[in-house]
């Protein structure tokens, strides 16, 4: 069973800069695709990145695409994301996630979740 875990949230102003951390524990977990989603304040949990096991990227093109970086470590069994120029509408708890098939944009796809980490982009 993969179990993940997030970490590197905070509160940052409008334009800076934050890395999220996911570690990936259990099985085969560095033959898996991996993803990060996040959820603002009343909103559906969205996508956001997807990294396959071989390193090919997957963005979200109308919101991060430009500004965020997913990045992977198999030997470290963690995958990263770097989020640059950071806005209010980034606002968020970010989970990261494992799938169930290559449908990498759909929260039906995710076979697990992590406990999600808060950002907040606020001045």
């Known amino acids: 069973q993969v179990q993940l875990s997030e970490f590197g949230g905070g509160l940052v102003q409008p334009g800076g800069s934050l890395t999220l951390g996911c570690t990936v524990s259990?099985?085969?977990?560095?033959?898996?695709?991996l993803g990060w989603f996040r959820q603002a304040p009343g909103k559906e949990r969205e996508f956001v990145a997807a990294i396959s096991r071989n390193g090919a990227q997957l963005y979200d093109t109308n919101s991060v695409k430009g500004r965020f970086t997913i990045a992977r470590d198999n030997a470290k069994n963690m995958m990263t994301l770097q989020m640059d120029n950071l806005q209010p509408d980034d606002t968020g708890v970010y989970y990261c996630?494992?799938?169930?098939?290559?449908?990498?944009?759909?929260?039906?796809?995710?076979?697990?979740w992590g406990q999600g980490t808060q950002v907040t982009v606020s001045s």
């Open positions: 996630a494992t799938y169930s098939n290559s449908r990498y944009t759909y929260t039906a796809s995710v076979a697990a």
């Open positions: 259990g099985s085969a977990s560095s033959s898996l695709a």
